[in-house]
């Protein structure tokens, strides 16, 4: 279902994969937030989206997905730096 909230109907598509894997709804909620009309809420969008199709498919990984994005993804943690090229 193409709509404001998933303009080319990505998500709802992820749900009808058999097999889909969280890295593959990674992939898809980017390409779907890359896809949003300028100016969109994407917090309402997500929660559009989790109401629409997670309440019937709580275990699936795209509502895992959509329920990460909604939270906003932990701060990156440091690596490497002169300790992690052995300098330190």
Not at 8 to 33: F, M, Q
Not at 36 to 51: E, K, N
Not at 54 to 67: D, I, K, W
Request: charged share 20%; with cysteine; net charge positive.
């Amino acid at each position: 279902m193409a709509d404001a909230a998933d303009p080319k109907g990505l998500v709802g598509e992820a749900y009808a994969i058999p097999g889909i894997g969280p890295a593959e709804c990674r992939s898809i909620l980017l390409d779907w937030a890359l896809s949003l009309a300028a100016g969109t809420d994407t917090a309402a969008a997500l929660r559009t989206l989790l109401a629409r199709h997670g309440a019937g498919a709580p275990g699936h990984p795209m509502t895992e997905v959509l329920a990460q994005g909604l939270a906003g993804a932990p701060p990156p943690r440091r690596r490497g730096g002169r300790r992690g090229r052995g300098g330190g």
